[in-house]
């Protein structure tokens, strides 16, 4: 595939085109990585998160991309690299922070919403995570869920969106809200 | 606690950075001074967050499950240049070079072409431009051809334009650059070719190979053919200067090396005998090397 083609389909949030570029790239980058003192697995974590960064500014037409794909992708885990080699070797000079401070509140927050989401159901959860994280158009959410118009997309959105949200906040203690 | 469609939808705008910096400013002013709305905002930040990271989480499994390609590499990406006449048979001999002996690459039948390669090879860079990516192979040290770059005409013609100056010396014994002399006649089989404008002594080397001599006579006008022993590949036919050919080596099961011209793979194989070029038909192998090409 050639880095048009590619681009063309993560703009409609086509997933081959994801695959692709990580089987593709995959061996370059763990080479990379493991040349520079780390592992196979620090290299995949750095490359998914980079790849997927990508994905998104992709998407969201948040990146001009001057040269080829692969390069680009290679000089972001490059830096992604050496900025995790600097936060280790700090990390190795100091002590064991002190107790960071732990919000339970925020904490308990953020497990109901999780559970919410995991308990939503596919259709609604997809929509809300290719609009969300992904940053598709209604119009690539109606395709890729074949919905029949992005107005259609953009109603389900608000409904699922609304229902989420009752859900979360029904699952908390009235406490937390101030009346 | 009231939340409105317009109240999530404002929150909504701010949270993905949608508010202009006035409205950022209004907005926030309202923050400071409604707790619920505040806590509303930092309630749907997570909401948020949480079905971001849900998405992060479901493409981060789906990608570990993939089977990433195996080690291929791209090599050189040759093209025909500098030559007056398209149609003109020319010959090119490409060393696989090896790092301990320093053996310098490539001639080809412009002097141009030959300075730009021989810079681009022997450098042994690993080098990244705009356009272009190196890849290192790990495995072999023993072929620094995998390490070749990978180049668009565009930078090879730019390289040629600086180097046009520079002559190699044939007098170091480690050079092995050959010029394609029209004197020899076994670049030239086709009897409309031009001469070459530019002339340059050639190296004794090339006597020593008798393939050169054999190849007028099995060779037709209209084929492409090339010997690879050892550690040289020769190239013969009537390659059109429009048209770059590619040379990929494929580390799948074994190594193989093939070269794509117009559009058509074709295997080449170790021999010291010349050989045709035949067609790769093996649409599994096509689909591989296509993947390489970027």
Known sequence: MKDVEIIRKIETGDESALDYLYKKNYTMVVSLIKKNSGTEEEAKDIFQDALLVFWQKIIQHDIVLTSKISTYLYSVCFNLWRKELDRKKKLSYEEKEGSESYDTDQYERKKIVRNCINKMNTTCRKVLMYYYFDGLSMHDIADKMGFSTADTAKTKKYKCKKELDKRIKETYSASDFLD | ?294
Not at chain 2, 34 to 55: A, F, M, T, Y
Not at chain 2, 102 to 129: E, R, W
Request: hydrophobic share 30%; proline share 3%.
């Open chain 2, 1 to 294: 606690m009231k939340s409105n469609f317009h109240d999530i939808a404002s929150i909504e705008k701010y949270l993905s950075g949608s508010l202009s910096s006035s409205e950022v400013i209004s907005f926030e002013k309202q923050l400071a001074s409604d707790p619920l709305l505040s806590n509303e905002v930092s309630l749907q930040k997570d909401i948020i967050d949480g079905l971001k990271k849900h998405r992060n989480t479901e493409l981060k499994s789906r990608l570990s499950g993939l089977t990433p390609y195996p080690n291929y590499i791209n090599i050189a990406k040759w093209t025909w240049l500098g030559i007056a006449a398209s149609g003109m048979i020319t010959a090119g001999i490409l060393y696989l070079t090896q790092p301990s002996i320093s053996k310098q690459v490539i001639a080809y039948n412009t002097i141009d072409y030959q300075a730009s390669c021989k810079k681009q090879l022997t450098d042994n860079l690993i080098a990244s431009t705009d356009n272009t990516i190196i890849i290192r192979e790990e495995r072999s040290s023993s072929t620094t051809l995998s390490e070749a770059i990978t180049s668009t005409n565009k930078d090879v013609q730019s390289n040629i334009e600086q180097e046009k100056a520079i002559l190699p010396s044939i007098d170091s014994p480690n050079n092995h650059l050959f010029a394609l002399d029209e004197e020899r006649e076994i670049s030239f089989s086709n009897p409309n070719a031009k001469e070459k404008k530019e002339s340059h002594s050639s190296s004794n080397e090339l006597t020593a190979n008798n393939a050169s001599v054999d190849i007028n006579v099995t060779y037709s006008e209209d084929g492409l053919a090339y010997t690879f022993d050892e550690d040289r590949l020769t190239l013969v036919g009537r390659f059109d200067k429009d048209y770059p050919y590619t040379i990929y080596e494929l580390n799948f099961k074994k190594k193989m090396y093939f070269i794509n011209y117009k559009g058509d793979y074709y295997r080449i194989k170790k021999t010291t005998s010349l050989r045709k070029f035949s067609k790769l038909t093996d649409q599994d192998t096509i689909d591989k090397l296509n993947n390489l090409d970027n």
